[in-house]
Antibody
Framework: QVQLQESGPGLVKPSGTLSLTCAVSGGSISSNNWWSWVRQTPGKGLEWIGEIYHSGRTNYNPSLESRVTISVDKSTSHFSLRLNSVTAADTAVYYC??????????????WGQGILVTVSS | ELVMTQSPATLSVSPGERVTLSCRAS??????LAWYQQKPGQAPRLLIY???IRPTGIPARFSGSGSGTEFTLTISSLQSEDFAIYYC??????????FGQGTKLEIK
């Protein structure tokens, strides 16, 4: 079955750029699904960041859109997240997840294990 | 942004009990709601989508109901492995998809 695995630095300096990659295995990144990033903080809970289709089409959370870029590399079955101008408020566990749309319903499944990213000098 | 509100924040229950968790949307979302379970140190796990559809592999003791703005997740007989945090999530009005703040089930 499809498995997702996040990777990237666990520590980012304030005002820097957070960069994470999600490896997709056990299935095709070019399937009819969207590939999402979701983050989790104790204060704000689960927050959807954005998503990408294998064609490169993206949708972003309006609250983060000015700082976020999600990209896909079909040749390596990875998709990536870049978040610019980070502050301590961006400290969170970041998850990648497949977003399935089927028969009028949608859901996130599976999720990666998550990666803690701390913004600190 | 559509706001999802879950209640209560914490529920103390005993194994074997029946429990009902609530989720309210700030406007109608039809049946476009999913439920997830999260255990400490783990990613969320899908339990229900379409407000009441249980994916293959999810035990029958989990059931969802509701439409419009009011939704419930019921666990018919709590097992030890069910003590976790439960989140609802809407996919009717996006972007963004939004989640509730979660209900934590703890052992009484």
């Amino acid at each position: 079955q499809v498995q997702l695995q996040e990777s990237g630095p666990g520590l980012v300096k304030p005002s820097g750029t957070l960069s994470l990659t999600c490896a997709v295995s056990g299935g095709s990144i070019s399937s009819n699904n969207w590939w999402s990033w979701v983050r989790q903080t104790p204060g704000k809970g689960l927050e959807w960041i954005g998503e990408i289709y294998h064609s490169g089409r993206t949708n972003y959370n309006p609250s983060l859109e000015s700082r976020v870029t999600i990209s896909v590399d079909k040749s390596t079955s990875h998709f990536s997240l870049r978040l610019n101008s980070v502050t301590a408020a961006d400290t969170a566990v970041y998850y990648c997840a497949r977003f399935i749309i089927s028969g009028g319903n949608s859901w996130f499944d599976p999720w990666g294990q998550g990666i803690l990213v701390t913004v600190s000098s | 942004e559509l706001v999802m509100t879950q209640s209560p924040a914490t529920l103390s229950v005993s194994p074997g009990e029946r429990v009902t968790l609530s989720c309210r949307a700030s406007q109608s979302i039809s049946s476009n709601l999913a439920w997830y379970q999260q255990k400490p140190g783990q990613a969320p796990r899908l339990l229900i989508y379409g407000a009441s559809i249980r994916p293959t592999g999810i035990p029958a003791r989990f059931s969802g109901s509701g439409s419009g703005t009011e939704f419930t997740l019921t666990i018919s007989s709590l097992q030890s492995e069910d003590f976790a945090i439960y989140y609802c999530q809407q996919y009717n009005n996006w972007p963004p998809y939004t989640f509730g703040q979660g209900t934590k089930l703890e052992i009484k």
